[in-house]
């Protein structure tokens, strides 16, 4: 065999050897829903939103912060499979960011809706709950001490757009007391501004308030409407489950979060996470 055609064939071999040396690094990396991996370890971006103190928020170091936050954070310890990324962004990122793959997770405090079982998977464990209840002016506090009060009082609520979750809890209270209901009626959303202005002009006589807002609008000194702090009372009603969404490919994901929860569960850290952000079992206000 003459000295060129050895050179030829030592080139096809070294040709083949490169080949094969790219498709076996290229073999090594397991990708998942979104592409991304390491090393077998898929990657879960998870999406929270900023300001919603004490559930998902940045705090002063800059870090992904809050209850919900924490929870998962807690999840991903038990799922060593997953490499969990924090990404805070806003509210409408969220949804369509884990409506289009772009993220797996989203927290945001978010309550089941028709309109959002179509678009994300819903775990079957809640991961919070928010306490909602009725805004009413303070001269009516003798009267107004409950949901069924209020109904026997006058059952004027503030209308409510029936794509909110907030309109079928009432629908719910009221198959629940039909002799006493509240008086439920549709409407487009509005500033909270003139939910609160309405309670105290007299057109309506409460306002179904989520608790966490009534705090930072009302209560605080820097609320946006503490004006209003001298004329308006709360009281709670019930706490509606929360859940993370998931994308809809991310099913089995879901399946395993459900399961990492019910051991956060059985081992008193979730327990040990509500005292820390919201300083009391908040799970104990949910109704069937």
Same mark, same amino acid.
């Given at each position: ?191 909270? *501004? @003139?939910? !609160?202005?309405?309670? =105290?002009?007299?057109?309506? /006589?409460?306002?179904?308030?989520? #608790? &966490?807002?009534? $705090? ?37 994901? *879901? @399946?395993? !979060?459900?399961?990492? =929860?019910?051991?956060?569960? /059985?081992?008193?850290?979730?327990? #040990? &996470?509500?005292? $820390? ?12």
């Amino acid at each position: 065999m003459d000295l060129g055609k050895i050179r030829r064939m030592a080139g096809v071999f070294l040709t083949a050897a490169l080949a094969l040396s790219i498709v076996g690094c290229g073999g090594n990396k397991n990708a998942d829903s979104n592409g991304s991996s390491d090393g077998g370890t898929k990657t879960v971006r998870v999406a929270h939103t900023q300001t919603y103190v004490p559930y998902d928020y940045v705090n002063e170091k800059g870090e992904s912060d809050g209850f919900e936050v924490a929870v998962m954070k807690e999840v991903a310890k038990l799922l060593p499979q997953y490499k969990f990324e924090f990404v805070p962004t806003s509210d409408d990122d969220l949804l369509i960011g884990v409506e289009s793959g772009k993220y797996d997770v989203g927290t945001k405090g978010a309550w089941v809706t028709e309109q959002r079982k179509e678009k994300f998977v819903f775990p079957k464990q809640p991961i919070s709950a928010s306490i909602i209840g009725l805004t009413f002016r303070k001269d009516n506090q003798e009267k107004i001490k409950d949901m069924e009060s209020f109904a026997k009082f006058s059952g004027k609520l503030v209308p409510i757009a029936p794509q909110n979750a907030q309109y079928a809890v009432i629908e719910n209270f009221n198959k629940e007391h039909a002799d006493t209901p509240v008086k439920l009626v549709s409407s487009e959303e509005f500033n909270i *501004a @003139d939910a !609160y202005t309405w309670v =105290l002009e007299g057109r309506y /006589d409460a306002f179904l308030d989520i #608790e &966490l807002s009534y $705090k930072n609008n009302v209560e605080k000194e820097d609320g946006a409407y503490h004006k209003f702090a001298d004329q308006l009372a709360y009281v709670r009603y019930k706490a509606i489950p929360t859940y993370p969404l998931f994308n809809k490919k991310d099913k089995q994901l *879901a @399946d395993e !979060y459900d399961k990492a =929860l019910q051991q956060l569960k /059985d081992n008193g850290k979730l327990k #040990e &996470l509500e005292q $820390k952000y919201f300083g009391e079992d908040i799970f104990q206000y949910v109704k069937d």
